[in-house]
């Protein structure tokens, strides 16, 4: 069982943070919808990877 | 007994004392904000809001939530409720799937009697031309009510046949998630009860509801949307608790690929109702909204210079066909697996192409989801868009081959009885077939310019849904009635219904294309007797008498043979299913031992072949 | 003798209880996360509204709000997640501060849609769009109110499982209340993720005549 510590949420939310500094001035220098989608696809993958912990799904071994 | 002990007298009571609490509320509101009390269109959004949460409060639907809310434990009561007579359970919530099974498709029955008889009364008013009876404006409500009416029945139906009979054929004690399946079947009932309603407000647009025309009718547009609303949220919880089941509920030794065939069928189902739904409920919000608070999402709206600054119709269409389209094979992809499920069974052989038919049904849903734009050819979007939609809808006649192939396959060569069931099914396939074929002429842009809101269409519609869902649904419903009851219907009346309806359906369906092939529009409460119609409307109308006549004979059947059939015995019909292995009717806790499949499903007529072992049974 | 074979029941029952939630606990899962992907669906559906009616442009809205908002989402859900690591850890009173912490900036960010994008408090600040104004106003309070009204769910949601935390309903090996509360929170600062660019970012700011 491997429990995620306190140090990498906070990681995960400061990569979040610069991702969302990074698409506000990629907003302000008109960059294409696409791009700016992509960078939100990369956040939610972020969020669902390492928030919501997607793979316990096929992970049964866990239990929580 | 007490009558308020009954779940649907206290939700029914809840229904209207929420009612006339939301608009209570609403009117407080409003006059807070310095406006005037009574807004009929706010009013009654916000009573159908309250109302339905009322009814779902005061049935109990949710009472074991709130408690878990408080961290109270709720442990489950099986069986009849303690002190009342055991029919009450199905007019209470319960939670075993059996009775919720039972309650969603004797609940789609009604409905399909109601949507049907607003059929025969405006088919009476299409029998000759002239206006007799019925004005345009009450014309229009009932051919918009018949429309959605049937399709609530068909959801319902098809959620009964799912509910009963997946988790019996996986040998599971019950779905995944009980109290959500209560729940999902009960957020019907005051949906039905807002939809009728709006009859007294009328509302005049077909079920499409295209706006403009639906943000300008009559009030009663506001309890459709709300209706839909409540019957999609159904649909979404319903299936996401299927999908739960079968994925995670299945017994030692079935594989997917070892499910019975009909479980395929509900899986393709459940992922379009789980999804697509959303999107008709987003499109009957929007109107709403746009009727109440005039958000501007479908009507346009010019400015000063002549620019467009409000919304546009066609993005109704596009957002209401995304569900629309994909919910046609919501009502057909269980149907056809009934039919292959009831084939093997009576031609004693087995089913032809298991793999092919599960992956078409799962082709059919994945498909399904491209093709919503065929249903727009004439609206006016990008023409380049009609190449796409209609090779994409053309595409769709593949694996529903496959199906028909595998079905064929099927019969060949098999030692065929005919009772009942088998008949539907055959009268199914028949039915469908019809439209089937003629499906591509609309599905082709080039023809479809020119059939387009024509009674063509409604042909083809009722051949595809009576195909697809009427016929197997009552195949389903003569094959199962001796494991739900205990006892055989009556063959002869059955068959009696059989030769009365399907002859009375081929004659209708085929005289509604021809007659839209004459040029007869589709919704319209009159027609020009010089189109030289009236002819085959009257045809069309005595079918369409001759088939109701023929339900009535079903149903005098079904209630006659539940206290005076024959004992059914456990197996009537020989099947390897393991519904058809333990008693009829299925007791309270449907296996007494867990199950384990040893074999294929449908290896009819080969030696020495077995598809359950049943525990306890397996060593004699 | 009897000792012994009531131990041995005794552990075959414990084994099936612990089975049992075991198998529950993947069912929920799944329903769970089946729940999402039906909303993305309502989700997607605005969103795609949003491109059908505005196209290539999008309403001056003010860039500091959506910021700021969008900042507190994300600091919500990171609290959010050491709240639940927390639980997972056995820390109970630090998973208390910090789901009160999520439920805090819920509220905040609530605050910031109703009282600054919405403008419904006029006297602390003055909103320029009305939902019955055009199709700017239209399609931002409906992306804003579908989500105000899934943050307004989990905000309950929250206090629901802190309560039940406080009376001691969980333990750091089962606590799904827990998990699907995190979850379906995490789930709603996704959706934001997509409205925020789309309505803030994506396009060029027009400002139109009425």
């Known amino acids: ?18 991702l969302t500094v990074i698409e506000y001035y990629m907003g302000l220098w008109h960059f294409g919808a696409a791009l700016l989608m992509l960078v939100a696809a990369l956040k939610a993958i972020l969020v669902v990877y390492f928030f919501m912990h997607v793979s316990r799904l096929w992970k049964t071994e866990e239990e929580h | ?113 109601i949507g049907g008889s607003f059929a025969l009364v405006f088919r009476a008013e299409l029998a000759d031309s002239g206006i007799s009876f019925l004005q345009p404006g009450t ?48 957020i019907n009932v005051p949906a039905i009860i807002t939809l009728m309603i709006s009859m007294l407000f009328g509302w005049d647009s077909g079920w499409t509801a295209y706006p403009p025309l639906s943000l300008r009718g009559p009030v009663g547009y506001q309890m459709v949307f709300w209706a839909i609303f409540s019957i999609g949220l159904s649909s979404i919880l ?24 009909f479980c395929w069928a509900i899986l393709a189902t459940s992922i379009i109702q789980l999804t697509a739904t959303q999107l008709i409920g987003l499109a009957f919000l929007m109107l709403s909204f746009e009727r109440t608070l005039g958000m501007p999402f479908f009507n346009p709206l010019y400015n000063a210079l002549g620019e467009n600054i409000g919304g546009q119709p066609l993005l109704f269409q596009h957002l209401f066909w995304f569900y629309s389209h994909p919910a046609v094979y919501v009502f057909v992809l269980p149907g056809l697996g009934i039919i292959s499920e009831l084939l093997p069974v009576f031609a004693r052989k087995p089913l032809f192409g298991y793999r092919w038919i599960a992956l078409s049904s799962l082709a059919i849903a994945l498909v399904g989801f491209l093709v919503w734009g065929h249903h727009m050819f004439t609206s006016g979007y990008g023409e380049y868009l009609r190449v796409v939609f209609m090779i994409s809808t053309l595409l769709v006649a593949v694996p529903t081959g496959v199906k028909f192939f595998s079905w064929l396959g099927t019969l060949w060569g098999g030692r065929l009885t005919f009772p009942t069931p088998m008949l539907f099914t055959l009268g199914a396939i028949s039915v469908f077939l019809i439209g089937g074929l003629s499906g591509p002429i609309l599905a082709t842009a080039a023809t479809d310019l020119f059939l387009h809101d024509s009674y063509f269409v409604v042909g083809h519609f009722h051949a595809t849904i009576f195909g697809g869902f009427v016929f197997p649904f009552f195949a389903a419903i003569y094959y199962w009635y001796p494991k ?79 206290e005076v059939g024959a004992l059914a015995g456990n197996n009537p019909w020989r099947s390897r299913s393991p519904e058809w292995q333990i008693p009829s009717p299925v007791p309270e806790h449907s296996y007494a031992q867990p199950i384990a499949v040893v074999g294929e499903p449908y290896d009819y007529g080969l030696a020495g072949s077995t598809y359950v072992a049943m525990a306890g049974a397996g060593d004699d | 003798m009897t000792a012994i074979t009531t131990g041995v029941h005794a552990v075959a029952a414990h084994h099936e209880a612990h089975d049992d939630y075991a198998v529950q606990l993947r069912r929920n899962r799944l329903g769970l996360w089946l729940f999402f992907i039906s909303e993305a669906f309502l989700f997607g559906g605005l969103l795609a509204t949003r491109f059908y009616l505005w196209g ?34 056995g820390n109970r009173q630090l998973f208390s501060i910090f789901i009160l912490l999520t439920a805090f900036l819920g509220l905040v960010f609530l605050g910031g849609v109703v009282i600054f994008e919405w403008g419904l408090i006029p006297a602390l600040y003055q909103g320029h769009l009305t939902p019955w104004g055009d199709k700017y106003g239209a399609v931002v309070f409906a992306m804003t109110g579908m989500h105000a009204l899934h943050v307004v769910s989990g905000i309950v949601f929250i206090f629901i499982v802190w309560n039940l935390a406080r009376k001691g309903h969980f333990s750091p090996q089962r606590h799904w209340g827990v998990e699907s509360c995190a979850i379906y929170w995490h789930y709603v600062d996704v959706v934001w993720i997509f409205f925020y660019p789309a309505l803030y970012l994506i396009g060029n700011a027009v400002h139109l005549s009425h």
């Open chain 2, 1 to 113: 007994m007490q009558l308020t002990s009954l779940g649907l007298v206290r939700g029914i009571i809840g229904y209207f004392v929420g009612l006339v609490v939301g608009m209570a509320v609403v009117m407080i509101s409003r006059l807070a904000l310095g406006m005037s009390a009574w807004d009929q269109e706010a009013g009654w959004v916000g009573g159908i809001i309250f109302a339905t949460i009322g009814f779902m409060l005061a049935v109990g639907s949710m009472t074991d939530w709130l408690k878990w809310t408080r961290g109270v434990e709720t442990p489950f009561h099986h069986g009849p409720p303690v002190g009342k007579p055991a029919w009450t359970r199905y007019f209470s919530v319960d939670y075993n799937h059996k009775v919720i099974g039972i309650q969603y498709g004797v609940t789609g029955f009604l409905l399909l009697l």
């Open chain 2, 238 to 261: 319903g299936s996401l608790n299927l999908i739960v089941t079968m994925l995670t509920m299945r017994p030692k030794g079935m594989t997917l690929f070892r499910m019975p065939i």
């Open chain 1, 1 to 18: 069982m491997s429990k995620q510590g306190y140090g990498l949420v906070i990681l995960i939310g400061i990569i979040l943070a610069v």
């Open chain 2, 484 to 562: 739900i009851t205990g006892r055989m219907y009556n063959e002869m009346l059955g068959k009696i219904h059989f030769w009365l309806m399907t002859p009375g359906f081929w004659v209708m369906s085929l005289a509604q294309m021809t007659a839209g092939t004459m040029g007869m529009r589709r919704r319209i409460a009159d027609y020009d007797p010089a189109l030289g119609v009236e002819p085959v409307h009257m045809l069309i109308t005595i079918a369409g008498f001759v088939i109701a006549f023929s339900i009535l004979l079903m149903i005098y059947n079904l209630f006659t043979s539940a």
């Open chain 3, 56 to 89: 290539d442009t999008r309403p001056e809205l003010d860039q500091a709000i959506g910021l700021i908002v969008t900042s507190v989402l994300l600091l919500s859900s990171v609290s959010m997640r050491l709240a639940e690591t927390a639980m997972e850890k």
């Open chain 2, 139 to 186: 014309y229009n409500t009932f051919l918009s009510m018949h429309a959605w009416v049937a399709l609530a029945s068909i959801l319902l139906g098809v959620g009964g046949m799912a509910n009963y009979l997946v988790p019996l054929m996986i040998g599971a004690e019950d779905m995944a998630f009980p109290r959500l399946n209560a729940f999902a079947y009960w």
